[in-house]
Structures are given as C-alpha cells and as structure tokens.
C-alpha cells in the first residue's frame, strides 16, 4: 500500500491507497494544520498511528523545490528528506515530488466534474499542457508529451518566483510599492494568498479606493483577510470598490502570467489554474481571465485557442501523488 501526501504551508493531507482500489478511493484519509507540527515525519506518524495501516512506499508532493530527494517547504520551517523518512517510519520507498508536479501528473486523469471550463479553445492533441496555482504561494508545472511512453510527462517549475513584469501603470505602482519592501518582487508576491493581500495594501495606501469602517474592523480580526477581500469584492448587495479593484488586478495579473507560461511552453494543450483561489472567484475569472490571458500582441489568435479550465477538485495535488506513486 502506498503513503499518498499533498504538503501545503497552510494544511497537510495525507491519505493511504492500494493499486486495487485506486487513487480515487482512500482507504484512510486527513487533514492536518501543518503550522502544528515540527516536520513531516511527526505528521505522518501520528497519521500512521491513527490509520493503524501499514505502508510500503510513500509520495508526497510538497510547497517547494525537490532536489535530490530533499526539499525545503516554501512558506513552512520544515526540512525534508526521503532517507529520513524512510528511516523513521519504516517505510521501503519514498517518493519526494513537486506539489505542481503532483497537481499536473493528475491533469490526464482528471474527470468532468473536476473541473470547470472557462474557455473550451481547440486543443493540439499531444501538444504541452499548462498548470499554474494560485494559493498561499504562487506554483507552477507543465506537461509533455512523452512519446515513447505513450502518456503525458509531469515536469515541476518555480516559475512563481520569476521576476514580476507589469502589464500597466496600476501595475507599475503596484510593483514600485513592492519593491521598497521586499527589494526583489516575484510574481507570487502579487498572484497568490500573499499577492491578494499585497495588492488590496497597494491599493488603499496609494489612494485608488476607500477603505469603508466596517471593511476595517472585519480585516482587523481577521487572521486572514483574503476570504473577506474576496466576499466583500463579489458582494452585489453592498460594493466594495476597493475590494473589486483588488480582485480584478488580480486576476489580471493571473490572466497575464498564465500566457506567459503557455507562450513559455507553447502549452496549445491547455492550460489548467489549480490551487485554492481559483474556485472561489469563478464569476470574475469568467469576466476578467480571458481579456488578460489572450493579451498577447502578436500571439492573441493563438491564446485565444487556447483551452482555459479551473480545477475546482481540491484533492487534486493528493491525486496526483498518489497516481504518481502506485505508477512507479
């Protein structure tokens, strides 16, 4: 049986699987805040001990960049390696990979009601495929095809961490502001959990929009305030232009770099927003996503055949670790 793990910053899901059974039916399954823990090791025992199953081999897709079986969580004090692992829960083979690399080793196996099409587009058959998440950080991957496997390749990225490139001049500012602060600004500093915040900061210092009192007060108590940025901006009842502002910029800067990504790699597969924001503001990105994404020049007709899906599955990154571990 096989160790299946989706090691986020925020929460930690770990889930056990049998070759006969599937990655899609969990023999045991849950959730962990992974601010509680000290490492993955203490995590995945306790999670072991309260199964009370035994595992041969393990798959984690982990927040952060795998290098010869380490990696260090981005967002998250924890150090991790395969041969500690393997050691401390006894386990025969552990398999470290890329959270985006998970997310996208699912992407072919994924079913209609995982996901949500935005733009149908024409897809080249066997041409690459786009993956870019937006959540606490900012991940992106991509596929391709391998052609003597027969099946589509997951490769991992930190694309997210590429230098931020304005579109306009809110996003001029937008980066001016950023960089007295953080010297280098990524694009995940602008289009992820971080990047929400970052913008509506931006946004309110400079001017562009009131802060009414009673957005105030909510933000003030709020350990995090992008579900309230996110809730007040879709609020037809009570506007917040502020609020709206902060997600359309947003979204613009998702739309930009997700072309980015398919030019990057030629991805006329498609291209597929993971992550946690992305299913909670589909009536803007059906709006907004589109304008950004296809604003390409010269390239516009070719963006705009590309296949543009949300995967609104939460277990995707899960999925797909564990896909990728009962496939070794």
């Known amino acids: 049986m096989l160790l299946a793990g989706d090691i986020g910053a925020t929460k930690t899901t770990l889930a056990i699987v049998s070759p006969e059974t599937g990655a899609r039916h969990p023999l045991a399954e ?39 079986g380490r990696a260090s969580i981005t967002n998250l004090p924890w150090e991790i390696e395969t041969a500690e692992l393997s050691r401390s829960l006894g386990i025969m083979t552990v398999q470290l990979i890329n959270d985006l690399q998970a997310i996208a080793t699912a992407v072919p196996h994924l079913q209609a009601d995982d996901t949500y099409t935005l733009n149908p587009g024409r897809p080249v058959e066997h041409a690459a495929i786009a993956v870019i998440a937006p959540g606490t950080g900012l991940g992106e991957g991509f596929l391709i095809w391998d052609t003597v496997r027969g099946r589509y390749q997951a490769h991992p990225s930190e694309g997210g961490h590429a230098s931020f490139a304005p579109s306009n001049a809110l996003e001029e500012g937008l980066l001016s ?108 990105l059906e709006k907004e996503f589109l304008k950004s994404f296809c604003h390409k020049g010269r390239f516009s007709d070719l963006l705009s055949q590309v296949p543009v899906h949300v995967i609104i599955n939460p277990k995707v990154a899960l999925l797909g670790a564990a896909f990728y571990g009962l496939g070794l």
């Open 177 to 284: 502001f950023l960089r007295e602060r953080y010297g280098h600004v990524s694009y995940e500093r602008v289009c992820s959990g971080i990047g929400m915040r970052n913008i509506y900061q931006y946004l309110k210092a400079s001017g562009q929009a009131d802060e009414p009192q009673w957005l105030a007060e909510r933000l003030a108590a709020a350990e995090d305030p992008n579900p309230i940025i996110v809730e007040a901006a879709l609020d037809t009842t009570r506007p917040c232009p502020l609020c709206a502002l902060t997600l359309d910029t947003f979204i613009s800067i998702l739309g930009n770099e997700a072309g980015n990504l398919v030019l990057k790699v030629l991805a006329t597969g498609g291209v597929y927003l993971a992550g946690g924001i992305p299913p909670r503001i589909l009536p803007e």
């Open 30 to 68: 849950a959730t962990f805040a992974s601010q509680a823990y000290t490492s993955l090791t203490q995590l995945a025992a306790e999670f072991l001990r309260q199964a009370g199953q035994h595992v041969e081999s393990a798959c984690f897709g982990v927040a952060g960049p795998v290098v010869n």
